[in-house]
């Protein structure tokens, strides 16, 4: 019960506390959230995801195996999303936004702080969750995008689109830098700091906003169901792809952790650049984060069990 209260006050109280505010700012201000979610797309992901694959130091061996992971979780997912999509005859726009709020997770303002809790800032839980943070960030900037653009401008066009993403680029530079141990000068990198140390906020000031123009309605219905899907059945998905893996302890743990976050922020953020249905998508990335109150907490008890 303790646990179950710390984790609340340090992890989910915060989160709340800067959603609310970004709610707040919106009703008041009327903000321009397309300007903030290009600053979060173009600046902030990027700057966000170069500082912390260049400060991690990880194995291959350990890439490879969470790699494999990541790659079985992902098409897992989107399977079971296309099958929800086709039973329910969704139309394209909404049931990618749909299937966006299963494989997009939240890895990073939420996972990172649940991550450093359980695991009391032990150095490879760490680097495992910062591992799937990067992985997660580039699907949802590559394949979120692309699933959204494909529909508005044809798919070869939106794959052109994606390389002009930052976040691509972003990553290759930063391991690039990290493997060879190339030092980065302190005039660039303290920038680098403050853009990467910007972005969990911004994200969370526009998941407000975006929450303070939600319109309700009896599509909230819809929203249980792949709600169910990413805070449920994600982590027996993981529990499953684990154990066929053959991974164990502080892996094996964090990874089944790691499955049972939220709808990452990002999904609304890409849904509202990209005018997808963004209302739906601010409305299942708040639900998620507020029902993985109890969720993430059962995950983390059994992840101790299971082992």
């Given at each position: ?77 989107y399977i079971i999303g296309k099958l929800l999509s086709t039973i329910r005859k969704t139309d394209k726009g909404e049931a990618t936004t749909l299937t966006n709020s299963i494989l997009f997770f ?30 997660q960030n580039i699907f949802t900037f590559s394949y979120g995008i692309f699933a959204i653009q494909s529909l508005q401008i044809g798919k070869l066009q939106a794959l052109l689109g994606y390389f ?20 980065i000068p302190e005039f660039i990198w303290t920038p680098a700091n403050y853009v990467a140390d910007a972005m969990i906020a911004v994200a969370l000031l526009l998941l407000g906003a975006q929450i ?96």
């Open positions: 019960m303790s646990e179950m209260l710390y984790i609340l006050q340090t992890v989910l109280l915060p989160i709340f506390i800067m959603i609310f505010l970004g709610f707040i700012l919106q009703k008041k201000f009327t903000l321009d959230l397309k300007t903030l979610a290009k600053l979060n797309i173009y600046v902030f992901v990027p700057g966000f995801i170069f500082v912390k694959f260049y400060k991690t130091d990880f194995a291959i061996k350990l890439l490879f195996y969470i790699v494999i992971f990541f790659i079985l979780y992902m098409v897992v997912l939240n890895s990073g303002n939420y996972g990172v702080p649940v991550n450093d809790l359980v695991f009391k800032g032990d150095p490879l839980a760490m680097s495992v969750q910062v591992i799937v943070l990067s992985l002009k993403m930052p976040v691509l680029y972003a990553l290759v530079l930063a391991i690039i830098l990290n493997y060879n141990n190339v030092p303070a123009n939600i319109k309700f309605s009896f599509k909230w219905s819809i929203s249980y169901i792949y709600i169910f899907v990413r805070l449920v059945i994600g982590p027996l998905i993981a529990f499953v792809i684990i154990k066929l893996l053959g991974l164990e302890g502080v892996i094996a743990q964090m990874l089944f952790i790691a499955s049972a976050m939220p709808t990452s922020v990002n999904s609304s953020v890409i849904a509202q650049e990209y005018d997808n249905h963004p209302e739906l998508a601010a409305q299942l990335v708040f639900l998620s984060t507020l029902l993985s109150a109890v969720t993430v907490v059962i995950v983390i008890y059994f992840s101790r069990i299971l082992f």
